[in-house]
Every structure is written in structure tokens, then in C-alpha cells.
């Protein structure tokens, strides 16, 4: 009987020690990823940030005329390249 009781004590602190430890795993579990990667999605924040600043400042927008010498520049020199070293050697 004694021994019978002890073998039922024993079942129970074993399956309260697995309740304990599913609550622990479901308390620490992993977190989302917007909190494994905060510091990734920061950078490209701030770098997306930068990059549109920096196209606004050469553009239309503030009263630049940078990007489109620029576009104009290289339209120009693609045409001559392919004119000079595709369309003439053949």
C-alpha cells in the first residue's frame, strides 16, 4: 500500500515538473521577428532615408538639375556605344 502510494506520488510531481516546464517553454518561447531583426530593418530605414534625401537634393524637387543632365549623359553614351562598338563592326 505504502509502496503503491509512493509510485502515485511520484507520477504526479513527474507530470506537474512537465506542466511546469510546457508553461516555461510557452513563457519562453521565440521571439518575433520584428524583434530578432530590429537592428537590420533600422539600417534600412535609415539608409532608405538617406538615399531619398539625397535624390530629392539632385532633383526637380530641389530645384536641381543633376539627375537629369545625368539620365541625359548616359542615354547619350549607350546610344554611342552601341552605335560605335555593335552596329559598326558588323
Request: hydrophobic share 45%; charged share 25%; net charge negative.
Amino acid at each position: 500500500m505504502l509502496h503503491e502510494l509512493l509510485l502515485t506520488a511520484e507520477v504526479v510531481v513527474e507530470d506537474m515538473k512537465g506542466l511546469i516546464c510546457v508553461l516555461q517553454m510557452s513563457y519562453y518561447q521565440k521571439p518575433r521577428k520584428l524583434v530578432r531583426h530590429w537592428i537590420e530593418y533600422s539600417g534600412g530605414a535609415v539608409g532608405l532615408a538617406l538615399v531619398s534625401g539625397w535624390v530629392v537634393q539632385h532633383s526637380r524637387l530641389g530645384g536641381s538639375d543633376d539627375l537629369d543632365r545625368w539620365l541625359k549623359q548616359a542615354r547619350e553614351d549607350a546610344f554611342c556605344f552601341l552605335d560605335e562598338r555593335v552596329k559598326q563592326p558588323v
